[in-house]
Structure formats: structure tokens, C-alpha cells
């Protein structure tokens, strides 16, 4: 296999486990507290979370020299892991282990722990911000805050699907319900957040509208469609499926898991063409 | 419709922002699809980029033969000398892998130029 392909592969789903290991934190510090049986398969899904993102982000930094060299021999050319070495790819691989090492210890209940999840989740936004056009372009002060608060919200909501799958499934339906009602209250207020930054952001870096035309572009107009999707898919969760649960109606669970585990899915698709098009292709091509 | 186009807005840019920087070609000489003769081509290939960087692998491929490895320039730069062994006439594909000097971005890219036997009648653009 190519190493492209191959470290396609690995940073999709990187992304995947690194916005599920730190929305998990985020959902333990938020809303764990009124959580009985559900909280052990949250937190034993966020150790997984963060052992698997740690092993893929190891992964994708091992094949950076592969790429480099065009084929797998770049793997075992010292000149080559000297450059990736003392390139960014370093810094960004060592603050995401740490990051992910924090979520891990910030698991269980204790004083500080979810203060610690959540101190872990931040550095893997920040890791985002180290790398790429936010870290290159010279307005960078501007655009990295901005970049790392879109992550943050993401994984907000990407990490939190699972869980609210899981509290729907073993914990009573008033406290599934008053847990997807905290949730769905804050997500509210914190998903706009995402398109307020992006607003920011495009002010200062959309350039050109012929970018659409070319890989980069499509890549990023089929984004969009799943995006466009999800948010039809968030709304009836907030507006209709949500307000059953919180009324204690148990028959909306199954629709509401089905639901969920669809948000899921597309997110990881959405994920995976951001891990493509940003590996594989170039805005100015 | 307001809402609608600020939110599509919104997030293409903040799908661009996860771009990385590329260096990409600009210029070379020879250029793209350039015809040049043996007595013309030079010793060396220069190519400019949009941006600093480092060739970290190099081949050059004549016709449907094998890829030669060749040895990558140690420079780095927004322009790259590749020297290249003598040429005989055929067409020649150059592959490359250069990385980002400011995020150590991986972009590959290719010349095609053709070497021609003796001499062309029109002068060479290059």
C-alpha cells in the first residue's frame, strides 16, 4: 500500500479517536455527575478512545518518512525520521500524548479529575493550532485561537454522541433524560460557536471561488453536504426526539440511539475526507 | 437564505483553515512539457516553488523504463537545483517529494520534458 493512502487511513481515524477521547472528557466534566450505571462504559470507552488515539497518532508520525521518501524504505532512513524529528510533526505528536495522557488519568471520580479531562482535551485543540495555515500565516494570533475553539466544540459534540447513546441505554429515562436535556441546552449555545469562528476565520483566508472547481474544492463541498445533514439530524434531536426523553417517554429511545449512531457515522465520514484533503490535496491547485 | 449562506460560509472556511501549507511548483527550467536537445539540457533541473522547502526523495523515469532514484538536493529554498546524469533523447518524467520548510507539509510533483537527438529549428524557450 502507498504510504499516502496509508497515512490517510491512519489520520482519519486518529481524528476519529482523538475528538472521541477529548468530547468524552468534556461530556464526564459536564454532565457525568448525575450518571450511575452508564459512567464506567463511558469511561472505559474513553480509555479505549485515548489508548487507540495514541497508537494511530504514533502510527501517522512513524509514516510521515515514508512519504517523505515516496515509499515504506523512508521508514527505516534515519536522514529522513532526523528531518520529521525537528519538523512541527514533533511538538504536535508530543502535546496530543500528553493530552491524551491527562484524559486518561482525568478518568474515575475524584477532586481535579474532570478539570484534568477537559485541561486534555484543550491540548489536543491546541495541537491543531501547531501545524497548518493557522500556524504558517501571519495573522496566526487570530487564527489559532479561533481553529483550536472550532476543535474544541467539534469534540464537544462528536464526544459526546456515545455517551448519550450509552446513558440512554442503562441509566433510567429521567436521568438519561435530564442528561440529554444539559446537553442538547449547552449545545445550543455552543455549535454556533463553531460557525461564528469559521466567519472569522474565512475573512481572512477564503480567497478564491475557483478553489471548488478542483479535488480540494469537491473535497470540501461533499464537507458540507454531510455537514448540512448533520445539522438536520441535530435538529430533530433537540426539537423532537430530546423533549420526548426528557418527558420520560421511553419509546423515543430506539429512534434516538438510531439517530445518534447515524450523527456518528457521518461525522466520521466528515472526519475522513478532512484527513484526505488535507494529506492529499492543495487549495491552490 | 442569509443564514444559510453565512453558515456554508463559514464552514468552508473553516474546512480551508485545516489545510496545510503546500510548496508547489511555480517555474522550472526545463518548464513543463518543454523539447529540448542533448546539447541544450542542462546539467541541472531548477525548480521554483511557491514557498520554501526541502526535496526529500527525487527519480527521473525515461519512457516506460524503470524510475532511477536519484540523490535529493540537501538545500533548502524556494528554488531547487536537481542535477541530473546525461540524458539521451526520450521523454523524461521527473518525480519528486518536497516538504514545507515552515510545517514540513509533504507535496510530490512532476516535469515532463522531452530530449531530442541534434538540433531544433526553433530556438528553446527555456
Same mark, same amino acid.
Given at each position: 500500500?502507498?504510504?499516502?493512502?496509508?497515512?490517510?487511513?491512519?489520520?482519519?481515524?486518529?481524528?476519529?479517536?482523538?475528538?472521541?477521547?477529548?468530547?468524552?472528557?468534556?461530556?464526564?466534566?459536564?454532565?457525568?455527575?448525575?450518571?450511575?450505571?452508564?459512567?464506567?462504559?463511558?469511561?472505559?470507552?474513553?480509555?479505549?478512545?485515548?489508548?487507540?488515539?495514541?497508537?494511530?497518532?504514533?502510527?501517522?508520525?512513524?509514516?510521515?518518512?515514508?512519504?517523505?521518501?515516496?515509499?515504506?524504505?523512508?521508514?527505516?532512513?534515519?536522514?529522513?525520521?532526523?528531518?520529521?524529528?525537528?519538523?512541527?510533526?514533533?511538538?504536535?505528536?508530543?502535546?496530543?500524548?500528553?493530552?491524551?495522557?491527562?484524559?486518561?488519568?482525568?478518568?474515575?471520580?475524584?477532586?481535579?479529575?474532570?478539570?484534568? =479531562?477537559?485541561?486534555?482535551?484543550?491540548?489536543? !485543540?491546541?495541537?491543531?493550532? +501547531?501545524? #497548518?495555515?493557522? *500556524?504558517? /500565516?501571519?495573522? @496566526?494570533?487570530?487564527?489559532?485561537?479561533?481553529?483550536?475553539?472550532?476543535?474544541?466544540?467539534?469534540?464537544?459534540?462528536?464526544?459526546?454522541?456515545?455517551?448519550?447513546?450509552?446513558?440512554?441505554?442503562?441509566?433510567?429515562?429521567?436521568?438519561?433524560?435530564?442528561?440529554?436535556?444539559?446537553?442538547?441546552?449547552?449545545?445550543?449555545?455552543?455549535?454556533?460557536?463553531?460557525?461564528?469562528?469559521?466567519?472569522?476565520?474565512?475573512?481572512?483566508?477564503?480567497?478564491?471561488?475557483?478553489?471548488?472547481?478542483?479535488?480540494? =474544492?469537491?473535497?470540501?463541498?461533499?464537507?458540507? !453536504?454531510?455537514?448540512?445533514? +448533520?445539522? #438536520?439530524?441535530? *435538529?430533530? /434531536?433537540?426539537? @423532537?426526539?430530546?423533549?420526548?426523553?426528557?418527558?420520560?417517554?421511553?419509546?423515543?429511545?430506539?429512534?434516538?440511539?438510531?439517530?445518534?449512531?447515524?450523527?456518528?457515522?457521518?461525522?466520521?465520514?466528515?472526519?475522513?475526507?478532512?484527513?484526505?484533503?488535507?494529506?492529499?490535496?492543495?487549495?491552490?491547485? | 437564505?442569509?443564514?444559510?449562506?453565512?453558515?456554508?460560509?463559514?464552514?468552508?472556511?473553516?474546512?480551508?483553515?485545516?489545510?496545510?501549507?503546500?510548496?508547489?511548483?511555480?517555474?522550472?527550467?526545463?518548464?513543463?512539457?518543454?523539447?529540448?536537445?542533448?546539447?541544450?539540457?542542462?546539467?541541472?533541473?531548477?525548480?521554483?516553488?511557491?514557498?520554501?522547502?526541502?526535496?526529500?526523495?527525487?527519480?527521473?523515469?525515461?519512457?516506460?523504463?524503470?524510475?532511477?532514484?536519484?540523490?535529493?538536493?540537501?538545500?533548502?529554498?524556494?528554488?531547487?537545483?536537481?542535477?541530473?546524469?546525461?540524458?539521451?533523447?526520450?521523454?523524461?518524467?521527473?518525480?519528486?517529494?518536497?516538504?514545507?520548510?515552515?510545517?514540513?507539509?509533504?507535496?510530490?510533483?512532476?516535469?515532463?520534458?522531452?530530449?531530442?537527438?541534434?538540433?531544433?529549428?526553433?530556438?528553446?524557450?527555456?
Amino acid at each position: 500500500m502507498q504510504p499516502d493512502t496509508l497515512s490517510v487511513i491512519f489520520r482519519s481515524a486518529s481524528f476519529i479517536a482523538l475528538f472521541q477521547a477529548a468530547g468524552m472528557a468534556i461530556f464526564l466534566a459536564l454532565f457525568g455527575r448525575p450518571l450511575e450505571v452508564s459512567r464506567s462504559p463511558i469511561e472505559l470507552a474513553a480509555k479505549l478512545s485515548a489508548v487507540a488515539a495514541a497508537v494511530l497518532v504514533v502510527g501517522q508520525y512513524t509514516l510521515e518518512a515514508a512519504r517523505m521518501a515516496g515509499d515504506m524504505s523512508g521508514i527505516t532512513d534515519p536522514s529522513l525520521q532526523m528531518m520529521v524529528m525537528h519538523s512541527a510533526s514533533s511538538l504536535v505528536l508530543g502535546v496530543r500524548l500528553m493530552g491524551l495522557l491527562a484524559i486518561v488519568i482525568g478518568l474515575g471520580r475524584g477532586k481535579g479529575r474532570g478539570a484534568l =479531562g477537559v485541561i486534555g482535551a484543550g491540548m489536543i !485543540a491546541v495541537s491543531f493550532m +501547531l501545524i #497548518g495555515h493557522s *500556524a504558517a /500565516n501571519p495573522q @496566526r494570533w487570530v487564527l489559532a485561537p479561533l481553529l483550536a475553539i472550532h476543535v474544541m466544540i467539534v469534540a464537544f459534540w462528536f464526544g459526546a454522541l456515545l455517551p448519550l447513546c450509552l446513558a440512554c441505554t442503562r441509566e433510567t429515562p429521567l436521568i438519561a433524560g435530564r442528561v440529554t436535556e444539559a446537553f442538547s441546552n449547552m449545545a445550543l449555545w455552543l455549535v454556533p460557536g463553531i460557525f461564528a469562528a469559521g466567519a472569522l476565520i474565512g475573512c481572512i483566508l477564503v480567497r478564491h471561488l475557483a478553489e471548488f472547481r478542483s479535488g480540494y =474544492g469537491l473535497s470540501l463541498l461533499a464537507k458540507f !453536504a454531510g455537514f448540512v445533514l +448533520l445539522m #438536520g439530524i441535530a *435538529a430533530v /434531536n433537540k426539537w @423532537r426526539l430530546g423533549p420526548a426523553i426528557a418527558r420520560g417517554n421511553a419509546q423515543v429511545l430506539t429512534a434516538f440511539r438510531l439517530s445518534l449512531g447515524i450523527e456518528y457515522l457521518l461525522i466520521c465520514v466528515v472526519l475522513g475526507i478532512t484527513a484526505a484533503m488535507t494529506t492529499l490535496y492543495s487549495p491552490e491547485s | 437564505m442569509k443564514k444559510l449562506t453565512f453558515v456554508a460560509g463559514a464552514f468552508l472556511a473553516v474546512a480551508a483553515l485545516g489545510a496545510q501549507a503546500h510548496a508547489r511548483l511555480k517555474a522550472s527550467n526545463p518548464k513543463e512539457g518543454a523539447v529540448v536537445t542533448e546539447m541544450q539540457m542542462p546539467a541541472v533541473v531548477s525548480l521554483t516553488f511557491s514557498e520554501s522547502a526541502r526535496m526529500t526523495a527525487v527519480s527521473i523515469q525515461k519512457d516506460q523504463e524503470p524510475k532511477k532514484k536519484l540523490t535529493p538536493p540537501t538545500a533548502t529554498g524556494q528554488q531547487i537545483d536537481v542535477a541530473v546524469p546525461t540524458l539521451s533523447p526520450g521523454a523524461y518524467t521527473l518525480s519528486w517529494r518536497v516538504a514545507s520548510t515552515d510545517d514540513n507539509h509533504i507535496m510530490p510533483g512532476e516535469l515532463h520534458f522531452k530530449v531530442t537527438a541534434g538540433r531544433l529549428n526553433r530556438p528553446m524557450k527555456d
